[in-house]
């Protein structure tokens, strides 16, 4: 049973319009009411003015001036709506981030620390009779060297710089199950606000406090500090263009029909209630309402997958990723590679391959160590171990491990190793040995089956082949192939060899392949492709990801490994799931398509608004206009007031579809583009006609038109 849950609990159990949200989000658009407040939003800015200006035109109306009191009342009241509606969008947007903020704040503790008086130590057990002061988690500062036993609370994140330890990460990733952190690996990062379970760790300190990873989650999920993507800033400027536009096309109408009220002497000239309602309902206000809170709950639905972005546009740019580097174990296959294999070389018995190869893999505590020895035992094999054996670990250097067997009589001690094909040649040719040409070509055999192939050797003898297995992830080939219709690249890194990689990247259908892949191979891949005008996102954990990941444009790196990775990396995936790339990319395209389809839509229903509004206000002057009232409203007052009444309410019928977002379809840029157009720019067009006509019946009804 999955006991996983989610890193923010409380927000997720939250309804979409849940009253725990509405409730603070509707005093939160009043508040933003402030002038301070509504100059950031353009568009909206040039509503406020509106609003401000038709109430004071009512209050001269009530003082005996021109016009009607009543209508322009209606029209001032609704601008404000039309004003609060857009607050409350983004404030409900907030407050979902809010609440998860609130869940995160609910998981940091003060603690005590046990810092260490030397700081500046060897390496080695060095701090073991050294002396510990009991401070503040508070007090320490980047450097200090602190040590935490069973039960203690890790205060601040930092690296493990001795001993090994479980610890309880679940306040941090919601995963029930303990890892393990040790020094000197990819697993040495610790994150403040965990405990230690067994065993004791020293930790040197990595940060200040306050600026804890913890403290970075907290700052990115509250909405007020999310600054602007650039596509936004971009989008931003469009809306500010076209509202000048519309503002000076709707300032010349007055002159215009003052001229023509005198040429003709007929008609009434046009009121400034009736010009501000006209250019409100032309400007974007759809848009300009909802554009911050697309934003705000993009960072949200980031944050519900488990993933926190250090970079607002980390997430804008996770949308138009076109690159994917995909690690290939743990991501593309499942990671755990098990024996399933012996093939003894010639004169060699399965029984003595298997032996050997328990014995070499006896004190391997690797999964696929031990797969070996599971394997061997399956087969019969005799699994008693040797008295006075010396192991020999495996080394990047040697890429070998077994063990030294004692020396029988006059012989030396045999060496029992097994290893890459490659490296065991030249351990044995170094004994004056030699590979044989079957047991080379069985190891090529298996790597292009997709297999990994370790070779067994006992002194200069080489003795056979062990087939290691990874299998491809289930549906993983179908993720690609949505990738590819998405106009997206996959390439899959790999330490393998070209056979064995060539193999998997054909079973998996990913694009491409890097095989026997180093960071400086990383490295040059990305920027290969970014000097090309691509933009490329990789996953990583281990420091010598660090580079690449500082490279790429989306570096997701997990959080179960280093410190280093995790500051290269400009989002962090709690659950420190490789696969968890692909869903970043969906997410941040989600994103995309929600503004995308939002602009649209605000775009294309104005169109409906031109039927409405600019016949009312000049057939009194020319009658012949009333030929583009082909939605027979009721009277010249109706239709000005249905637009703005309209223009109001889209902005909240269209809030649940700014905070869930438009759901991600794996189809091509030209697709989606026929789709958008066909749904949000034919339904921007048509849905204003209906509802224009909707709330005119509903006026006319109540006796207001």
Sequence with gaps: MNNKTSIQPQSKQLRLLDPALVKPALWSALAKLSPKVQWRNPVMFVVYIGSIVTTLLWVQALQGGSGSAGFTFTIALWLWFTVIFANFAEALAEGRSKAQAASLRGMKKSVWAKRFEVQQVAQGKAFHGQRWLPCEGAQLRKGDVVLVEAGDTIALDGEVIEGVASVDESAITGESAPVVRESGGDFSSVTGGTRVLSDWLVIRVGVNPGESFLDRMIGMVEGAKRQKTPNEVALHILLIALTIVFLVVTVTLLPFSIFSVEASGAGQIVTLTALISLLVCLIPTTIGGLLSAVGVAGMSRMMQANVIATSG????????????????????????????????????????????????????????????????RRQRVDDRPVEGAQVVPFSAQTRMSGVDLPAEGAAGPRALRKGAADAIRRHVEALGGAMPTEVTRTADEVARRGSTPLVVAEGDRVLGVIELKDIVKTGIRERFAELRRMGIRTIMITGDNKLTAAAIAAEAGVDDFLAEA??????????????????????????????????????????????????????????????????????????????????????????????????????STYPQLSALNVMQLASPQSAILSAVIFNALIIVVLIPLALKGVRFRAIGAASLLRRNLAIYGLGGLLVPFVGIKLIDIVLAAIGLA
């Excluded at 010639?346 to 190869?357: E, K």
């Design 518 to 619: 180093t960071p400086e191979d990383k490295l040059k891949l990305i920027r290969d492709y970014q000097s090309g005008g691509r933009l490329v996102a990789m996953t990583g954990d281990g420091t010598n990801d660090a580079p690449a990941l500082a490279q790429a444009d989306v570096a997701v790196a997990m959080n179960s490994g280093t410190q280093a990775a995790k500051e290269a990396g400009n989002m962090v995936d709690l659950d420190s799931d490789p696969t968890k790339l692909l869903e970043v990319v969906e997410t941040g395209k989600a994103l995309l398509m929600t503004r995308g389809s939002l602009t649209t839509f605000s775009i294309a229903n104005d169109v409906a608004k031109y039927f409405a509004i600019i016949p009312a206000i000049f057939v």
């Design 313 to 376: 546009r980390a997430v804008e740019a996770a949308g138009d990723v076109d690159v994917l580097l995909l690690d290939k174990t743990g991501t593309i296959t499942h990671g755990s590679r098990q024996a399933s294999a012996f093939v003894a070389a010639p004169g060699i018995t399965d029984v003595h391959l298997a032996r050997v190869a328990l014995l070499a893999s006896q004190s391997d505590e690797t999964p696929e160590g031990r797969s070996i020895v599971e394997f061997a």
